[in-house]
């Protein structure tokens, strides 16, 4: 069975902090990779994709994709309380539906 | 982002009454949509695949003569809750892949719809 792995957290940092999320991944033949954030009451939103090993970034986030090691992770930098929310990571290979985590809770204090 | 829209945004209704709830890419043709059900403070749960031309695929455990999707055209997939009851109670959400060739596939969400049964 294909499966997204996430720590439910929460993960609290300090406003200004980097906030460091991570998922892993069991199907080495995914093919792409997403972070989205919910805030509570609402719909998931796509932050960031990424497709090849390494590093993407975009702003403050930063995604990271390690496929030998079947690892993802979301950096955010300079943390702000607008950020709390639930960073789902999710899969994809063609052929299939989304394969999501079921999230991360983060928390930025002021 | 893309811009999926879905309407109606909240719905209160009677139990034993049907529902209907409408899913628009509205800036991209969409071939594939998809909808989620989630309830308060848990994950996401994908309920169908909704395919334009095509019958919808279900997941395990949901019901098909009970959520009936639509999705006539490459922009519009339509789901209905038939003869609704209070445990149907839940944020509805919809997503669209739009696709960009190959593995680029990005799905996007619509804003949810809020039901309520009484």
């Known amino acids: 069975q294909k499966e997204v792995e996430q720590n439910s957290g929460p993960l609290s940092v300090p406003e200004g902090a980097i906030a460091s999320l991570n998922c892993t991944y069991s199907d080495r033949v995914s093919q792409s990779f997403f972070w989205y954030r919910q805030y509570s009451g609402k719909s998931p939103e796509l932050i960031m994709s990424i497709y090849s090993n390494g590093d993407k970034e975009d702003g403050r986030f930063t995604a990271q994709l390690n496929k030998a090691s079947q690892y993802v992770s979301l950096l955010i930098r300079d943390s702000q309380p607008s950020d709390s929310a639930t960073y789902l990571c999710a899969v994809y290979q063609a052929g299939t539906a989304l394969i999501f985590g079921k999230g991360t809770t983060l928390s930025v204090s002021s | 982002g893309a811009v999926v829209s879905q309407h109606p945004s909240r719905v209160i209704c009677k139990s034993g009454t049907s529902v209907k709830i409408e899913c628009r890419s509205l800036?991209?043709?969409?071939?594939?949509m998809f909808w989620y059900r989630q309830f308060p403070k848990q994950s996401l749960m994908l309920m169908a695949t909704s395919n334009e031309g095509s019958k919808a695929t279900y997941e395990q455990g949901v019901e098909k003569d009970k959520f009936l999707i639509n999705h006539a055209s490459l922009t519009l997939s339509t789901l209905t809750v038939t003869s609704a009851h209070p445990e149907d109670s839940s944020f509805y959400i919809c997503s669209a892949n739009r696709p960009s060739g190959g593995v680029y596939n990005e799905q996007f969400f619509g804003p949810g719809t809020r039901l309520t049964v009484l």
């Open positions: 800036d991209f043709q969409a071939t594939t």
